[in-house]
């Protein structure tokens, strides 16, 4: 980690209107929330199926894509990237100190409003605030690990990101079961089924394999992102 | 020490070679890289400064492979042509972070140094974003030069400044070369690099075409064969003016197309006007037909 990177790079990732907007669809879940609980009352399988489809399925993933290639992407894009890498500082070095700012960033701005969501609708009944809490903290971590990959590695993150959360984890997973075993959002789901009481949600993956695949993207991608910025070339306006 | 070597380094992109088979040698002092747009001076200095990976070849400073070695930064400073960098920062809070990340002693006092070196003081507190072009380059060659580097690499420093701009750029390098330091400097314009440089580098369509001080390259780029196309309104008569004179080595004419091949650009260019007033002969079309001359001479002459 280096202190100056990740301080630059909390300046630019907060500092413009990303912020405001990031936090606008915090408060949005929030407010979604308090207005189910004071329309329909207290219903566990209603708070299951609110978080699990619109912040694990919907928030997270978005934020981690948003805020994981928003750390390094845009640098990268216009070339300021240069002044980061032109210092006698281990490129993987500069890609933990990225990944730090991700997953704070996303864990903030995603995984403790769905900790508060829940909270607000279910209260502690259950551990159904904190199952879901915990499954956004991980996949908070994961989608920020992926992401920042994803923007070193190619000029198209976003795309590709999207293409990931919406095509593969969305729209393939509901038809396709094996796609649900390479899922990020199915692996932290594990960890809800596991944390939470009650039957609520189930996922497609047992939780020793959920565990182990998370520990694999999260340390394996920062381990390559690392590797593919030493070797990023960076050629003049010719 | 504090040499940068170019051994057969060539770069390409696909089909496309940017760089073909270059060996140079930069030693302390100015160096200027000239060139045509286009003619590989960007991928060099991408190269030198260990953005960019050769395709053959080695790039080394001092001895020591440059590509995938962020130690040589300690002795490296660069100043890119892009003018993107960290806009929502003030000039003073740019440097700083620069030394920052250096990792220097004494941040404060070495991004003060710097700032004072560019005389860019009294802006330093505002923000990047809202600099002149001519500022931004300067702030840009403070976080730059922030650990007082040895050899310090500059992609078209000039390019957007104002005539006194340039002229306080050049001083800094020229008092930079004076201290033994190696410098890189790469333009398009053969006057700025004459002006500045005490060893100037050509390069050509990707090739290392020339090498030397400023009169020797304006002596190469002049003084040597030299083929034009002519049209005229009396191809003939011409030719035997033309061939008349000793800076014209041999004339041709097939069909209605005039080649002269002459010795002495400077002499011929003034020959050929002379002659064609003095013989009456109307001139339509003077063209310089070998194609690699041509880029050379296309610049030459717009400078």
Redesign the interface.
Known sequence: MNGTVVRLTYRALLGGRRAWLLLAMSVLLLAMAVLLRLTVGVDHQVTADFLGAVAVAALVPLFGLIVGTGVIGPEIDDGSVVYLLSKPISRPRIILSKFAVAATGTVLFAAVPTFVAGLVMSGTAGRIALGFGVAALVASIAYSAIFLLLAVVTRHAVVYGLAYALIWEGLLGSFVPGARTLSVQQWSLSLTEAIATRDLVSSDVRLAVAGVLLAVVIVGATWYAGQRLRVLSLAGEE | MNVLSVDTVSRWYGNVV?VNDVTMTIGPGITGLLGP??A????L??ML?????PSAGTVTLDGVTVW?N??I??T?G?V???E???D??TGWQFVL??A????LPDPGAAAKRALATVEMEFAQGRKVGEYSKGMRQRVKMA?ALVHDPAVLLL?EPFNGMDPRQRLHLMDLLRQMGAAGRTVLFSSHILEEVEQLAQQIEVMVAGRHAASGDFREIRRLMIDRPHQYVIRSSDDRALASALIADGSTAGVQLTDDVLSVEAVSFLRFTELLPRVARAAGIRLYEVSPTDESLESVFSYLVKS
């Open positions: 940017a747009n286009g590989g001076k960007s991928t200095i991408s400064g260990g953005f960019l990976a995938k962020p130690e930064y300690r490296i660069l890119p042509e892009r993107a960098s960290y929502f920062l972070a620069n920052e990340l250096h990792g976080s992609d």
